[in-house]
Every structure is written in structure tokens, then in C-alpha cells.
């Protein structure tokens, strides 16, 4: 049994990370210096040099060099998911001891389903698993985010893993890692944001707000931005969490030959699309079409139907403005929860409102949901995720085949 295969087997029971955090022993006068090779992933090819070493608990994983996506050139760690869901890791080992206290800062990301974990896990001599600290993950549908800290190792650490672990489906990736003494490299701080003012009402621009991801809806909207200003766009897909979340490989089939972008953000209401056309979001390209389905969001915070609606028809005027010669396709908000569930009323009110804005030409209005419900109202099986609100994959192809006819038409 191999070295990496024998620490591990004692390591699952340790995944449970209930003592996280926990410091153990004194600081050692002498400790070993701390050195972590290839931690911007510059050195190998197909696989990143030094982030050899694997555990898997459950799935199968690919470990890559991926010199497309990183958080700073020329590639990242990652970690991918093979034929579903997967709880397995790559990771470094360093020499460590007992006591000796580390600061770590790396960023990491996710995509897909999965949840992407920067972690240290502490090892005896004999390769028996110690203790497992997580210091920060990155969810699905987020821009890179930072993870760092502080650990102290216990007692008999003879060594401990630099680790990247991916929960579910999907990949997760992991890049300029730092590693040092308590002399050496300084985690920095967590950054303090103060939540952005809220919207007046529907129809006022106001930025997004992660609370658990203080700066990453700023950064995901500063990157579709800055995709925007690439130019090379026919079509533009604005919206929610139901537009950002298209099936890959559907969108892959159908939208990229069409020159589509996907400028979706999870948990945006009508004021945050405004805040983004404000800022930009549009500028350096001229759309054939802009894809348009908003509006759930507005239901939380208690927007009436009649709000939402003119909070959409100010993201239509506003594109209007800044893109005369773009049409609009305006879809109807989906079908929720429920068939008695009150936001179904305010749903089918607003979708009643915005309907009013088609004009035949340059706006174009859809409503889709009652392909998305049975005869009886409820929401059709297999068409939704358990928290009856955001869609499988073959929800997003029943989507397609019903807009496709409309959108082609619209594109000539």
C-alpha cells in the first residue's frame, strides 16, 4: 500500500471538521521551514507539478493543469468530477511539527453543482490523519474568491497537505497558494464590506449583495462587464439564477454558435439588472437580441406585482436607450412552489403587465409556463430541482425548443 494510500484511509473519519479551528501545543523555537512548490501552477503540462498526491472518498476525479481558467496566469489547479458527483481532493504535502503556526491565503473557485474547499490537513510519521481545517470554499456561480488563515499544528505533526477538495458535481479549482510561518507570509484579513444601500423600489438601480461572499457579486458583475467590452456579441442573455444557470452542453449546442453571452447573476431582482446597465454591462457591443427574464427576485423582498412591472419595463427602456438596435424577447417569469402558493398570483399579474410591453416589433413578450405545469397546475416532475424553483437540464431544453422559433425569427 502506497504512502498517500495509507494516510488516507485514516483520514475520512476526520472529514467532519467539528474541532476545526482548534489550536494545539506550544510554538516551537526552531520549526521547519515551510516551502510549497509550483503554488501559481507555472511548472508542468497536462498536470501542475507537486499537486501529484489524491484522495477520494466517493466518485471518480480528473486532476488537471487548466491553462483556461485561473486567477492568474498561466494556469490553475483543478479538480473535476467524473460521470457524477464526487467528495475527493489533490493536495501537497510539506514537512510540518507540533505547534508550528502557519498562515495560508489561496483563491479558489467552483462550477457546476460543486463546492470547492481550500483546507490543511495534519499527518503523524506513520501517515495517520490528525486534523482537517477548512479556510474558505467558493460555491457555483461566484468569481474567484479568497480563502486564508491561521492554523497551528498539534501534537506529533510530522507533516501536513495543502489541500483542494471538491464536494458534488463539477470542478472546482485552486491557484496562487501561500504558505508560510508566522514570520513569513501574513494571511491577510477578511475583507469588511458594508452591504450596499438597498433599492428605494423596483424600478431604481442598487447593487447586488452576496453576505456570505462579501465581494463577489461586484466581481461578477465587473466581469461580465468586462466580457461585454470584448465585443463579438449577437445575442445577450439577461437575467436571474434561472438564466446563469443553462445546461452547458444545451448552451454549448444551441446559443454559442448564435454568439450568445450568458450575463445571468443568482438573486438579482430588477434593481440590480438596472444597477448593471448602468454600469455598463452593455457597453462595447451591439446585440441582435437581448434575452430578458427577471423578476422572481422581486418577490422576496415583498415587491408587488405592479412594482415589478415597472421595474421591467425600465430594464427594457434602458436597453432600449443604450442599444436602439437591439430587439427584445421579454419571457415571463416561470412558474414557482406550488399551485396555490401566493407568489403563483403575483407571478401570473406581473406576467399579465409585462405581456402589455410587446409591440410586435421591437419587443417581444413569451410566456412560456404553461409548459411547465400540468393540467392540474402543479409543477410538472422532472422539470425542476427540489426547491421547486430553479430547472433541470431538461427543463432548460424544453426552454430552448419553446423560445428557439421566436428567437430565430427575431435574429433575421
Do not use: C
Not at 515551510?34 to 466518485?59: C, F
Not at 481550500?118 to 486534523?131: L, P
Not at 427543463?395 to 425548443?401: G, H, K, T
Amino acid at each position: 500500500m502506497s504512502r498517500a494510500e495509507v494516510g488516507l484511509k485514516t483520514w475520512l473519519p476526520l472529514l467532519v471538521w467539528l474541532a476545526a479551528g482548534v489550536a494545539y501545543g506550544a510554538p516551537m523555537k526552531t520549526p521547519p521551514q515551510v516551502v510549497i512548490r509550483n503554488p501559481s501552477m507555472t511548472e508542468g503540462s497536462d498536470k501542475p507539478v507537486g499537486w501529484a498526491d489524491q484522495w477520494i472518498s466517493a466518485g471518480k476525479i480528473a486532476v488537471s493543469r487548466d491553462a483556461a481558467v485561473f486567477h492568474s496566469a498561466p494556469a490553475a489547479l483543478a479538480v473535476a468530477s467524473v460521470g457524477g458527483p464526487a467528495h475527493a481532493q489533490a493536495m501537497q504535502f510539506i514537512v510540518g511539527a507540533p505547534g508550528q503556526r502557519l498562515a495560508l491565503h489561496a483563491w479558489v473557485r467552483a462550477e457546476g453543482k460543486a463546492t470547492a474547499i481550500f483546507a490543511v490537513q495534519s499527518y503523524t510519521a506513520d501517515w495517520k490523519g490528525i486534523a482537517f481545517k477548512a479556510l474558505g470554499k467558493a460555491l457555483p456561480g461566484f468569481d474567484w474568491q479568497e480563502a486564508g488563515g491561521e492554523v497551528t499544528l498539534p501534537p506529533k505533526t510530522a507533516r501536513f497537505a495543502v489541500v483542494l477538495l471538491l464536494q458534488g458535481e463539477g470542478k472546482a479549482w485552486l491557484d496562487d497558494v501561500e504558505v508560510g510561518t508566522e514570520a513569513g507570509v501574513a494571511a491577510p484579513p477578511a475583507p469588511q464590506v458594508e452591504p450596499p444601500p438597498k433599492a428605494a423600489n423596483a424600478w431604481s438601480p442598487a447593487e447586488g449583495f452576496w453576505k456570505d461572499f462579501p465581494l463577489a457579486w461586484r466581481q461578477t458583475a465587473q466581469g461580465q462587464s468586462d466580457r461585454a467590452k470584448q465585443g463579438g456579441v449577437n445575442v445577450v442573455f439577461l437575467g436571474d439564477s434561472l438564466t446563469q444557470g443553462w445546461d452547458k452542453q444545451l448552451w454549448q449546442e444551441r446559443y454559442a454558435p448564435l454568439g450568445a453571452v450568458n450575463f445571468g447573476i443568482g438573486g438579482d431582482g430588477t434593481p440590480q439588472v438596472l444597477w448593471r446597465l448602468e454600469h455598463g454591462i452593455l457597453e462595447g457591443i451591439r446585440p441582435k437580441v437581448v434575452v430578458l427574464m427577471i423578476g422572481i427576485n422581486n418577490t422576496w423582498p415583498g415587491y408587488s406585482a405592479a412594482d415589478s412591472a415597472k421595474g421591467i419595463a425600465a430594464i427594457v427602456a434602458a436597453t432600449q436607450q443604450q442599444q436602439p438596435q437591439a430587439k427584445i424577447l421579454l419571457l415571463g417569469v416561470l412558474p414557482i412552489h406550488g399551485k396555490l402558493d401566493a407568489v403563483r398570483k403575483i407571478i401570473s399579474e406581473l406576467n399579465a403587465a409585462s405581456a402589455k410591453l410587446d409591440d410586435g416589433r421591437r419587443v417581444r413578450f413569451l410566456d412560456l409556463g404553461a409548459q411547465f405545469v400540468d393540467s392540474e397546475g402543479s409543477l410538472r416532475f422532472g422539470f425542476y430541482q427540489p426547491d421547486r424553483l430553479h430547472l433541470t437540464p431538461a427543463a432548460y431544453r424544453l426552454w430552448a425548443d419553446a423560445m428557439d422559433p421566436l428567437l430565430q425569427e427575431m435574429l433575421r
